[in-house]
């Protein structure tokens, strides 16, 4: 029986093959939840720099938020993100969900991503 890190893998592999090959040369929207807290950043793969990132951990939503990983702040996160981006100049990206299911904390970011002006 496979160990569930090697399924994890392979689903994320999974995820960002099919990201890439439809990206079109857009920055992808990648995130990370972990037990306390939600990452998410905004990557050009091209020359490989991060051009926006936001997490629950960040000074101005740890005030607001005791608890990092709620759908709250997976929504703050997402709205700061957007906010981010948008300023760095990009308005398109595609959204990579790593190996995690788009439901929860992540559809939470997501959606909040998009009602704060990033389209994907």
């Given at each position: 029986?496979?160990?569930?890190?090697?399924?994890?893998?392979?689903?994320?592999?999974?995820?960002?093959?099919?990201?890439?090959?439809?990206?079109?040369?857009?920055?992808?929207?990648?995130?990370?939840?972990?037990?306390?807290?939600?990452?998410?950043q905004v990557i050009?793969?091209?020359?490989?720099?991060?051009?926006?990132?936001?997490?629950?951990?960040?000074?101005?939503?740890?005030?607001?938020?005791?608890?990092?990983?709620?759908?709250?702040?997976?929504?703050?996160?997402?709205?700061?993100?957007?906010?981010?981006?948008?300023?760095?100049?990009?308005?398109?990206?595609?959204?990579?969900?790593?190996?995690?299911?788009?439901?929860?904390?992540?559809?939470?970011?997501?959606?909040?991503?998009?009602?704060?002006?990033?389209?994907?």
């Open positions: 029986m496979a160990k569930s890190s090697n399924q994890t893998a392979r689903r994320k592999a999974r995820t960002r093959f099919s990201i890439k090959a439809a990206a079109h040369g857009r920055p992808r929207l990648s995130v990370f939840r972990s037990g306390r807290h939600i990452y998410a050009n793969d091209e020359s490989g720099a991060t051009l926006a990132a936001a997490s629950s951990t960040d000074e101005g939503l740890k005030s607001k938020s005791k608890i990092g990983n709620s759908k709250d702040a997976a929504a703050a996160v997402g709205k700061l993100l957007a906010e981010r981006a948008t300023k760095a100049g990009v308005k398109e990206v595609i959204f990579d969900r790593g190996s995690y299911l788009f439901h929860g904390r992540v559809k939470a970011l997501a959606d909040a991503a998009r009602e704060a002006g990033l389209s994907f």
